[in-house]
């Protein structure tokens, strides 16, 4: 059965296009990437923001981790999701580290290194500012510029931080090391959503970029060629795999990163947004962040996360909760105030439009 081709509006040195390329790949859903961004994105699809993803039918959708939940549910072929309830919202908790967490180091990397940044800044100059008049430095420089306020400073990325953000990428390095020391996939004998998440920064950022490229295939030259593994996978070749039915020590140990690292700094993220601040100081394992953007999107992540928690059985539940509590990761998920991010009220994601990611909270 042929499918119709979907349309793939992004850049190929994307985070969360590359993310879902592999995703797409490995379901076997042809698609044309198309880096010409229109100019009326916003209008079309309701956010400003790369990938963003047109449906034959002329529907558009945004955000790839609620595109991939729903192209999931309309070509069940290849699931990435685990069949296991307690593994499957274990795979969303890594998923949420995987977009939200580990973009701070991957943008660091990018935009804080002088050849990585001269590399990236021509990349994107040459990919989405062909039809710009303006002379070819002067691109680079407003990306240089632009990139690093909005990317680096704006998440609270300083010359002390900078160091705990470079330990972040090294912790993960040696996480995924390990899940991978006995199978060729994070999660069992096929790729599976956390793959799928994963490579976000460790595909079109920290594998192809010259800073984070070196270190990976230093420290983790399996992690570099899992990389490669997960952009040839295919579905069809993995109709007999199986994924992992409990953690196991190595996925204990990368929970155990998340929960003292995004989850600490999800709750301070909160902790400030009820207050209606703007931006605020959040300290990661002793280190400040200073003046980082408040963001009501990562809150509504974490209200995802509930939500799924509370929809397993009473079994599942207890089962998860005692994982959560040896991992430190039931605190994270669990101990701050309720606040209402107030994202996405009418459930229209991912065919929402015109969602700000930063408003007042209400509590």
Partial sequence: MSLEKLKLYGCKVSYFTGKLEVYLRYKGLPYDLISALPEDLLERSGAAQMPALELPDGRWLTDSTPIIAWLEQQHPSYPVMPTNPVMKSL???????ADEWLWRPAMHYRWSFAADRELLSRKLSDELLQ???WPGFVKRMAIRHRQHGV????????NASAIHAEKSYHDALDCLSALLEKRPFLMGDRPSLVDIALMGPMFRHFSHEPTPAAIMQERAPAVWAWVARMWDAKGENYTDKELLSEPDEAMMTLLEVIGRNHL?????NAAAFATGKRTFD?????????????SRYRIWCMEQLRSDFKSLNDADQAQLEKILKQSNCWDGLWQRQEVLSNFDLDGKVPFATGLEVVTEAVT
Avoid at 282 to 294: D, H, N, S
Wanted: glycine residues 8%; hydrophobic residues 40%.
């Fill in 131 to 133: 039809d710009k008049w």
């Fill in 282 to 294: 959040a300290t990661i394992e002793g280190v400040v962040y200073p003046a980082a953007v408040v």
């Fill in 151 to 158: 990317f680096v400073k704006g998440d609270g990325i300083t």
């Fill in 264 to 268: 600490d700094y999800c709750n301070q």
């Fill in 91 to 97: 795979s969303l908790l890594i998923e949420d580290y």
